[in-house]
């Protein structure tokens, strides 16, 4: 096939016409291939590796250290909680202990309490801001709703509130418990009682405990999670037997 003649066109040079007829393929050329001269080897794209991770070493978590508790400042946490409708019973030894007795690494107290005569219906409200428990009582959800009498002993517990611990404003989640103030009441770290209860069967400790001697039996005050429980290390089988409750008889619960 031969060559196709240019014919330049009047008034129009030659050049002009040869410079029209390869406009529309270098367009084209262009678009396929924007950088004309470095189609063959393209630029390679620098990645930046990430950063390697810092790793940090693993340490336990600890609560925040708290000055002891004073007088003043537990009778304000039990105001906070039960306005007037309780008071603390000063003629026990101690009448109050601290201790992460939930096992969030907040502190919470254990105030020993009774109520007060004028302010009793106030305890035995419908809904109460606190949970009202037995922990000698077997399955409590099918027992008659518990009531507070005017001359019973009880021991609340109030669980803290972030790292000011039970002294937070915050703190009112409590417990109200009845019929395991005994004698001899401390404080006690979960290695510390499984320490003096080893080779026994024990209970899984989320937190402190209050070890004490009742009704003549030496044992402990637990958080099980939804209540508290006792536990008595001599009778303790792990799966209480029927009319018993971790060793110990299970109470009748006047209605």
């Not at 001269?37 to 393209?42: I, L, V």
């Amino acid at each position: 096939m031969g060559w196709t003649s240019v014919r330049q066109l009047p008034g129009k040079p030659v050049k002009a016409a040869v410079a029209r007829s390869l406009r529309i393929p270098l367009v084209v050329l262009l678009a396929v291939c924007p950088n004309l001269f470095g189609c063959a080897t393209p630029a390679k794209r620098i990645v930046e590796a990430p950063p390697s991770p810092v790793v940090q070493p693993d340490q336990p978590q600890q609560m925040s250290k708290q000055p002891p508790p004073e007088l003043n400042a537990v009778q304000e946490a039990v105001k906070r909680v039960f306005k007037d409708s309780v008071l603390m019973d000063t003629s026990r030894k101690p009448a109050f202990l601290a201790g992460d007795f939930n096992g969030d690494l907040s502190q919470d107290i254990a105030v020993i309490l009774k109520p007060s005569a004028e302010k009793l219906s106030d305890l035995n409200e419908e809904f109460p801001t606190w949970l009202l428990r037995d922990p000698l009582a077997a399955n409590q959800s099918q027992i008659p709703r518990l009531r507070v009498g005017a001359d019973e002993v009880l021991l609340a517990i109030i669980h803290g509130y972030g790292p000011s611990g039970w002294r937070d404003p915050q703190a009112t989640q409590t417990y109200l418990l009845k019929n395991v103030v005994g004698s001899g009441m401390q404080a006690q770290q979960p290695k510390d009682a499984e320490k003096a209860n080893q080779g026994k069967k024990t209970p899984q400790l989320r937190g402190d405990v209050i070890a004490e001697a009742l009704g003549g039996t030496s044992g402990y005050l637990y958080y099980a999670g939804a209540t508290y429980s006792w536990y008595d290390p001599k009778t303790f089988a792990g799966v209480p037997e029927p009319g018993m409750f971790h060793g110990v008889r299970e109470r009748k619960v006047k209605k």
